[in-house]
């Protein structure tokens, strides 16, 4: 890495299908304007990783989640998202929406990320903490820990948590 | 006439870009790519990878909802 070259971390703390797109969409952009990237998964963050991923996503608590509906936009009141159920709909809803507009699935994005070499880092505590191994997840991340992530973020020029 | 064309119409960001990073690989040095993207964001994204990356975006036009980019690859 030359002096000149800007890099770029990212901490990735959460893992819903709407929270899973900052993260991939900066490392991926940043990895294609050149920037070495590194991002560090953890808690919630961490199954995105998996191999299989089925994200989902949830209105409660979020009143700012509106889908454009019947020419308006369209929000789901907190009691209604304890329906059985609603969350499944929501999460199809929107990767119906994401589809049509031309958005990038998460699983796009994730192989764009390690086809540009953006270094992955799972972190060890949470692997151990939710009882995953690196065998359920996609090839290509390392294990490392706290320390691991603030040496890189020692030598990057932009460092992010999401 | 550019050395590859991309087509990068209906998708939306970020893959405008990151298409275009991939398809410069198989253009040669200071050869030209021409995108085509729908994404009104391409423009300002187009001008900052272009500085980012010291290609050089030599224009980029609009007609009809279709955004035409010539970028000359750095030698």
Redesign the interface.
């Known amino acids: 890495m030359s002096s000149e070259e800007k890099s770029m971390s990212i901490i990735v703390t959460k893992g819903s299908l709407d929270w899973a797109y900052p993260p991939f969409?900066l490392a991926?952009?940043a990895a294609?304007?050149?920037l070495p990237v590194t991002m560090f998964f953890t808690f919630y963050g961490l199954p995105l990783l998996l191999k299989d991923l089925n994200l989902q996503l949830t209105a409660a608590g979020n009143p700012a989640m509106k889908m454009p509906m019947m020419g308006g936009h369209m929000g789901l009141p907190n009691i209604l998202t304890a329906v059985p159920g609603i969350d499944a709909a929501c999460s199809k809803m929107m990767k119906n929406l994401m589809n049509k507009?031309?958005?990038?699935s998460i699983e796009e994005l994730r192989e764009?990320a390690v086809e540009?070499e953006v270094r992955l880092i799972a972190c060890q505590m949470t692997m151990d903490l939710f009882e995953y191994s690196l065998d359920d997840m996609i090839e290509g991340p390392e294990l490392g820990g706290a320390a691991t992530y603030i040496e890189v973020a020692t030598q990057a020029d932009i460092n992010l948590f999401i | 006439m550019a050395d590859k064309t991309l087509d990068a119409k209906g998708l939306n960001c970020p893959l405008p870009i990151l298409k275009a990073r991939k398809a410069l690989k198989d253009v040669p040095d200071s050869g030209t790519l021409e995108i085509l993207a729908t994404d009104p964001g391409s423009v300002a994204d187009f001008e900052a990878f272009c500085r980012q990356t010291g290609n050089e975006l030599m224009e980029h036009s609009e007609d009809g909802g279709t955004y035409r980019f010539l970028i000359r690859k750095s030698a």
Do not use: Q, R
């Open positions: 969409i991926t952009t294609a304007m050149g507009k031309g958005v990038a764009l540009a």
